[in-house]
């Protein structure tokens, strides 16, 4: 089982951009789908995008889409979040969650209802105008 640590997060304004990283170990990072869900105050923690092991196919919420980008580095067995054209409602703990799979093929609902096995504990991301 591999063990994630965030990090990245941070104050920015309205339209800035920020990269969140997720940094695995003590497991084949490649073997395993990654996501980032976030949980604002007060509402249920969402789905934000995920990566499949090999990294060939990024899976996004239509919140996002268009704006932030998932990509990973194998090499460094690290997972990032580019977050462009953040808004308000971009304001939330960001969570990276990994789960080991042997497929690279997934629904974005399918995504948001896995039972994720390793999940770190989160980096702040706030939004101000």
């Known amino acids: 089982q591999v063990h994630v640590v965030e990090s990245g997060g941070g104050l920015v304004y309205t339209g800035g951009s920020l990269r969140l990283s997720c940094v695995a170990s003590g497991g084949m990072f490649s073997e395993y789908v990654t996501a980032w869900f976030r949980q604002a105050p007060g509402k249920d923690r969402e789905f934000v995008a995920a990566?499949?092991?090999?990294?060939?196919?990024?899976y996004y919420a239509d919140s996002v889409k268009g704006r932030f980008t998932i990509s990973r580095d194998s090499a460094k067995n690290t997972v990032y979040l580019q977050m462009n054209s953040l808004k308000r409602e971009d304001t939330a703990v960001y969570y990276c969650?990994?789960?080991?799979?042997?497929?690279?093929?997934?629904?974005?609902?399918?995504?948001?209802?896995?039972?994720?096995?390793?999940w770190g504990r989160g980096t702040q991301v706030t939004v101000s105008s």
């Open positions: 990566i499949s092991g090999s990294g060939r196919s990024p």
């Open positions: 969650a990994a789960d080991r799979s042997p497929t690279d093929y997934f629904t974005v609902i399918a995504l948001a209802r896995r039972t994720f096995e390793s």
